[in-house]
Nanobody
């Protein structure tokens, strides 16, 4: 099993920046891809960005050019650098990991990002 814990959320003004972190533990050797998703109030959870173990990244159109996903050394850290934040980026951000050994996706509990003046 894989456990994921997000951190770094908070209140930021429009145009500001935040960096989210996700720490993975457990069977991290089995992780082949990780990603960030978000869920705004009253909306469905949506993909923000993903990264494979080979470093291939994918972004939602709404965040391209503003957000950058990256992994730390090893397999246990995932980051999301968010720049030029907009009020519509307000959401709970969730860390996700796909573990091939379990053929299963794992989720963190989320961290709240609020963009407001």
């Amino acid at each position: 099993q894989v456990q994921l814990v997000e951190s770094g959320g908070g209140l930021v003004q429009p145009g500001g920046s935040l960096r989210l972190s996700c720490a993975a533990s457990g069977s991290i050797f089995s992780i082949t891809a990780m990603g960030w998703y978000r869920q705004a109030p009253g909306k469905q959870r949506e993909l923000v960005a993903t990264i494979t173990s080979g470093g291939t990244t994918n972004y939602a159109d709404s965040v391209k050019g503003r957000f950058t996903i990256s992994r730390g050394n090893g397999r246990n850290l995932l980051y999301l650098q968010m720049n030029s934040l907009k009020p519509e980026d307000t959401a709970v951000y969730y860390c996700n990991a796909y573990a091939a050994a379990y053929d299963n996706y794992f989720w963190g509990k989320g961290t709240l990002v609020t963009v407001s003046s």
